[in-house]
């Protein structure tokens, strides 16, 4: 296994420690601030992967199928704590589960046909303002500055997973055609 797909496996090992971490008092307020911590080296993980894979000409399958995946669950992991902790009504996570699930099943009817589907850059930009924004409701100061950021980021990143949703489906139609 080469490096950038061990920074993506590392990435998911990561999550169930975030999510105890932001989800108990096991270690009281310290949790929200190690929990950020995991979130944000798991988030780099993401940025890095990519950026040494394109670099060292190491992209392989297993890349472009579970670096998605692994972001998929950092992201949805999060967004589900948030409800719990009700900072995320949770419409908005359902939504934003289920274009993650729509864009999964359509990477697996494709790689059924031995068609591996890489992110496009409007998923990418959707997944670092859902980072960004799960950062901040991480950290999540009550500051009346901080929360109307929070909400503009919750609906940028609501507007920008359906539009790389149907971007997605648009550029990738062929695969459905071809069924």
């Known amino acids: 296994m080469n490096l950038p797909n061990k920074l993506t496996m590392l990435r ?20 929200k601030w190690i929990a950020l911590g995991i979130f944000a080296v798991a988030s780099l993980t993401d940025m890095l992967d990519g950026k040494i894979a394109r670099k060292r000409n190491l992209i392989t399958n297993f890349g472009k199928f579970m670096d998605p995946i692994a972001d998929k669950l950092l992201v949805c992991s999060a967004l589900i704590a948030f409800v719990q902790l009700g900072l995320l009504p949770a419409w908005i996570v359902i939504i934003l589960i289920a274009r993650e699930f729509i864009v999964s099943g359509f990477r697996l009817v494709a790689s059924d046909s031995g ?58 139609r062929k695969v459905i055609s071809d069924m």
């Not at 990561?14 to 096991?26: G, K, N």
């Not at 980072?131 to 503009?152: F, G, H, R, T």
Request: hydrophobic share 65%; aromatic share 16%.
């Open 115 to 172: 068609i591996v589907l890489a992110a496009g850059w409007w998923g990418k930009f959707k997944t670092a303002f859902q980072m960004i924004m799960c950062i901040l409701l991480i950290i999540n100061l009550d500051y009346k500055a901080v929360n109307i950021i929070e909400q503009v980021l919750i609906y940028i990143s609501l507007a920008l997973s359906v539009i790389s949703m149907v971007d997605y489906i648009v550029r990738n």
């Open 12 to 31: 998911v090992i990561l999550i169930p420690f975030f999510v105890f971490f932001l989800l108990t008092d096991y270690v009281g307020a310290a949790g």
